[in-house]
């Protein structure tokens, strides 16, 4: 069985739960690689919480985890469940085999730029049974064993345990019983940076209200509202060939196509533009697109905490 969403439910499910007169509320896990109008359909069926499998925000990283996704395509999702007030549920993974460091301290300087959407959670990578590590756990230049704690559990031996347990440890790797902290921060700087980038962005979210980067077209112009800690102004106004920039981006436009969709401004003018909405923080590039940050005013709001569909835990009920 898989846990994950069948495609064909946004077609052949969902409108059934949209026109119930009651909505229920859900939590799916699904993929990363889900459109605009797929969230949309989700949160109009009550499914206002998800678990997608994002787990990096490095294009790179995704590749060597065989995901199937880009790290432009999990921004997208992380904006369209803000759009349309879906909780989420991800990590950013850490420890893959062959990953570099590099990596990280690219993605450590994107985080700042995401803290109008809902934060993440850094973790490090377990090797599962069934994954793509244990399956050809060799290629990796993996030594897997059973993790440390079943021995404590079960008494039988090595051999059985490999064929019986789910959660495997790299014998070889001196780092795999210790947490990050009692690590040298030195060896392994970009890890640190999206540990601590990761833990600013959800203390931002700590607070009564949530950042927001919001957009409003008038039609001759944008208006941008920015309480980001990284905005350069509170309010910013996009008009010309940087406001049809800000729009393609929003959809996430690979960068080598601007040209056709601005056709009466020059290359030079298209440069300049795109630099200056970078330079504003109103859109970054990844994987060769330009991808825009802000959502669309208004956005629906968040379900509260409280109504998670698997219930929660009430710390002030009690003795």
């Keep these: 069985m898989d846990n994950i969403l069948a495609t064909d439910y946004v077609e052949k499910a969902l409108p059934r739960l949209i026109a119930l007169p009651e909505k229920l509320a859900i939590l799916f896990e699904v993929k990363a690689n889900l459109k605009r109008h ?4 989700l949160a109009a069926g009550g499914v206002r919480w998800i678990q997608p499998g994002i787990e990096s925000l490095d294009s790179r990283a995704l590749k060597l985890m065989g995901k199937g996704t880009t ?36 993605m450590g300087r994107l985080l700042p730029l995401l803290h109008h959407l ?17 399956r050809a756990a060799d290629q990796y230049g993996l030594a897997l064993s059973p993790a440390a704690s079943h021995r404590y559990v079960y008494p039988l ?9 789910y959660y495997f440890e790299d014998s070889e790797d001196d780092d795999a019983r210790r947490d990050f902290r009692a690590l040298d ?15 600013a962005w959800g203390d931002a979210w700590r607070g009564l209200t949530p950042p927001m980067l919001a ?18 102004e509170r309010e910013q106004r996009v008009k010309g060939s940087a406001r049809e920039i800000l729009l393609a981006a929003d959809q996430g436009m690979p960068e080598a196509r601007l040209g056709g969709q601005l056709k009466g401004a020059s290359r030079m003018e298209i440069e300049e533009a795109t630099a200056d909405l970078i330079a504003r923080k109103l859109i970054v590039r990844l994987d060769a ?7 669309w005013d208004p956005c629906m709001s968040m379900p509260a905490l409280t109504a998670f569909p698997g219930g929660y835990l009430d710390r002030h009920v009690g003795g």
């Design 215 to 232: 957009m409003h077209d008038s039609g001759d112009e944008i208006i941008v509202e920015d309480t980001r800690n990284v905005a350069v």
């Design 38 to 41: 797929e969230v949309e359909k």
């Design 157 to 165: 031996s090595e051999r059985d345990l490999a064929d019986q347990v």
């Design 118 to 134: 809902q934060p993440g959670h850094a973790v490090r990578l377990r090797y599962q049974r069934f994954s793509l590590y244990h």
């Design 289 to 295: 697109r330009l991808v825009g940050l802000p959502l």
């Design 185 to 199: 921060a030195n060896r392994r700087p970009g890890v640190q940076a999206v540990i601590q980038g990761m833990d």
């Design 71 to 106: 790290a432009a395509q999990n921004v997208q999702l992380l904006k369209w469940c803000r759009q349309f007030g879906v909780r989420v549920i991800w990590s950013v993974l850490w420890g893959s085999p062959r990953e570099s460091d590099a990596w990280y301290s690219q």
